[in-house]
């Protein structure tokens, strides 16, 4: 490639070549890996149930039928999880932020009183943990045990994404800039919601990404502390319907004739696709919009410092 204006020439060679085809064609490879499974599921969703279960569906649809969503929809246990996923995905990244940001920064001040003995406590409960059943005890002693906040308050703020989030404070907002916001009379209060917080999209669009696909592929704290069906999530009711078989009786509840058992077993099998669809949709539009967030607070917050 030759740069006219800067009269430099840069001469590509053979092993050059060779190693942008051969690197060229592995990211073509991950990239079919990557796609593929996702447009088989797509396509079997809304295929010929017959023809998925005699393996015909290999990447386009096959006999086109939206039976498998218009049943699935009408399941209303699924949107009652829906529900209730969505509200503790919203509040549980809430309080995940809240927490995180505060405490990040807070041991992100160098006048911060005993913050390196406060770090090491945090850093002790990521080797150290109390198990599942003092956990329980804790959380029954609360009278947590049943309600929504047994699945928001026990996972409030998670000590790693605490230390990536101090580092990100430590590393990029500048020191001489909170001096001069001091200077100026401003309070601590304001230069976190001013200034330290408008500079902390990257982190703040992590966090937020992070601890939401928590929230929303979370099934084992439901299952240990809740037994009211009104207040499971989405993904304890996709765990019912395709762990323990009951696909069945979704069949059953929308349909008004008893249809015969191999048709059943047909339908299961594109409305288990249809719910994986279902479940992963939120995430994969929400994602797009953090993107160009993502890998670059991720990264400073994990490496510098």
Not at 204 to 231: C, E, K, P, Q, T
Not at 242 to 270: G, R
Request: aromatic share 14%; hydrophobic share 50%.
């Amino acid at each position: 490639m030759d740069d006219a204006r800067s009269g430099n020439v840069f001469y590509e060679t053979r092993k050059d070549k060779l190693f942008n085809k051969v690197n060229n064609l592995l990211l073509l490879l991950i990239t079919a890996c990557v796609l593929y499974p996702i447009i088989f599921i797509m396509s079997a969703s809304v295929s010929d149930p017959i023809r998925v279960s005699l393996g015909e569906v290999w990447l386009w649809p096959k006999g086109l039928t939206f039976e498998g969503y218009q049943r699935i929809f009408e399941f209303n246990p699924l949107w009652v999880g829906y529900r209730n996923t969505i509200f503790y995905t919203v509040i549980g990244t809430v309080i995940n932020l809240f927490i995180t940001l505060t405490c990040a920064y807070s041991l992100s001040r160098k006048d911060l009183v005993g913050r390196n003995f406060i770090t090491l406590l945090l850093v002790f409960t990521m080797f150290f943990h109390g198990g599942l059943i003092p956990t329980f005890l804790v959380v029954k002693k609360l009278g947590l045990v049943n309600t929504y906040w047994a699945l928001l308050l026990p996972s409030a703020a998670f000590t790693w994404n605490i230390i990536i989030t101090r580092t990100f404070f430590q590393t990029s907002i500048p020191i001489e800039l909170q001096e001069s916001a001091h200077m100026d009379g401003c309070s601590n209060t304001r230069l976190f919601l001013s200034i330290v917080l408008p500079l902390s999209k990257p982190i703040i669009a992590v966090m937020a990404l992070f601890y939401g696909v928590s929230h929303w592929n979370s099934f084992f704290d439901a299952l240990i502390y809740l037994s009211d069906r009104d207040l499971y999530p989405l993904q304890l009711i996709l765990r019912e319907i395709l762990v323990l078989n009951q696909v069945n009786d979704m069949l059953n509840m929308t349909t008004d004739q008893m249809e015969s058992q191999m048709k059943q077993m047909y339908m299961a099998e594109i409305m288990k696709y249809g719910l994986v669809i279902v479940s992963s949709l939120p995430l994969l539009i929400v994602y797009p919009f953090l993107q160009k967030y993502f890998m670059k607070g991720f990264l400073v917050g994990a490496i510098k410092g």
